[in-house]
């Protein structure tokens, strides 16, 4: 089992800045990639950005692509993203993602709410 939490989501003015935080705990050591995923209202969860553990290559989806930035520390076990010159289209609850064993066990956070006025 993982545990996932998430921190750092908030209101925020289009154009500014937010930084979220994802920590793991638990069987953390056959962790293969960790990422971002969003949800606005009335649609599909979708990806945002993601680390492999392995090689460190990151994916974003994009939309976002020069304006975020997904990072991880050197345990490997958290996981973050800023996110620059925000959106409203941004607005969304953002769910961390851990992806376990050669199974590709999914495992999520509890969400965090990013709102971005105009």
């Known amino acids: 089992q993982v545990q996932l939490v998430e921190s750092g989501g908030g209101l925020v003015q289009a154009g500014g800045s937010l930084r979220l935080s994802c920590t793991a705990s638990g069987s953390i050591s056959n962790l293969k990639a960790m990422g971002w995923y969003r949800q606005a209202p009335g649609k599909e969860r979708e990806l945002v950005a993601s680390?492999?553990?392995?090689?460190?290559?990151?994916n974003y989806r994009d939309s976002v692509k020069g304006r975020f930035t997904i990072s991880s520390n050197n345990a490997r076990d958290s996981v973050y993203l800023q996110m620059n010159s925000v959106k409203p289209d941004d607005t969304a609850v953002y769910y961390c993602?851990?992806?376990?064993?050669?199974?590709?066990?999914?495992?999520w956070g509890q969400g965090t709410q990013v709102t971005v006025s105009s």
């Open positions: 993602n851990a992806v376990w064993g050669w199974q590709r066990i999914n495992f």
């Open positions: 680390f492999t553990t392995g090689d460190s290559t990151t």
